[in-house]
């Protein structure tokens, strides 16, 4: 599951920083979405995959 949440995080918060710093299209999501929705579901997909990450890392320990 982390494995997961790492890869989630990788699509929404990477979406985001290369929309936003270097004007590219970076992931799946720009195939679908454009503009504030981008940015919205980027940010909800980054921090469903930073809780997956440590919901499954916690649960180990």
């Known amino acids: 599951m982390a494995f997961l949440g790492v890869i989630l995080m990788i699509q929404g918060f990477g979406g985001l ?3 936003h710093f270097f004007d ?3 992931g799946l999501l720009h195939l679908v979405l ?3 929705p981008l940015t919205i579901v ?3 997909v980054g921090v469903a995959g930073l809780l997956l990450t440590i919901g499954a890392i ?3 320990s």
């Open 34 to 36: 454009d503009g504030t």
């Open 17 to 19: 920083i290369a929309d």
């Open 58 to 60: 916690s649960k180990d």
């Open 24 to 26: 590219k299209n970076f």
């Open 42 to 44: 980027s940010a909800v």
